[in-house]
């Protein structure tokens, strides 16, 4: 069945749209913050780039990583999203080939990501990205789960959202 047969439905095409000019606040980076005086706010750390701009990358992971470290104090969850090139990521290996000049002396992408797990963060990817990179389930990194656009709009009001 494709979209044009389910009434109201989003195209493939349509979503990516969106998601690419919703990335504009990327350029900048760009923070919603969603929650009340004295609450833990939940943190969404949407990670846009890879290897086309490591720095970038990078400093979402350094940041989602020391977020990750105060959860349960500060923060009541952490969670990376991968989507746009950012998904490239996903695959295993891939980000152990890269590093951001500016932030070298943390490691490799796959370094900074792994600190950023271990310290309690979850993470997710946009499946339409994950498709378009033709990454089949054995292809993931560890402890990736596929979580779409629903996932990024449900967590809009309810978490610090924080695009990079």
């Avoid at 086309?52 to 992971?61: E, G, I, T």
């Avoid at 900074?112 to 997710?124: F, N, R």
């Amino acid at each position: 069945m494709s979209d044009k047969d389910i009434p109201g439905a989003l195209s493939r095409s349509d979503f990516l749209k969106i998601a690419g000019l919703s990335s504009v606040a990327a350029l900048v980076g760009g923070m919603s913050r969603a929650h009340a005086a004295g609450e833990k706010p939940e943190r969404l750390y949407v990670v846009t780039h890879a290897d086309d701009d490591a720095d970038r990358a990078a400093l979402a992971l350094i940041l989602a990583s020391l977020d990750a470290k105060k959860t349960g104090k500060e923060n009541s969850g952490v969670t990376v999203w991968f989507t746009l090139q950012g998904a490239r990521l996903c695959r295993k290996g891939a980000g152990e080939k890269i590093t951001s000049p500016v932030f070298k002396k943390f490691g490799t992408l796959s370094d900074i990501l792994a600190q950023a797990t271990k310290a309690g963060a979850k993470i997710a990817a946009c499946p339409f990205c994950l498709d378009a990179l033709k990454l089949k389930t054995s292809d993931y990194i560890q402890g990736l789960e596929r979580k779409g656009g629903d996932y990024v709009a449900a967590q809009v009001g309810k978490a610090d959202v924080i695009w990079m």
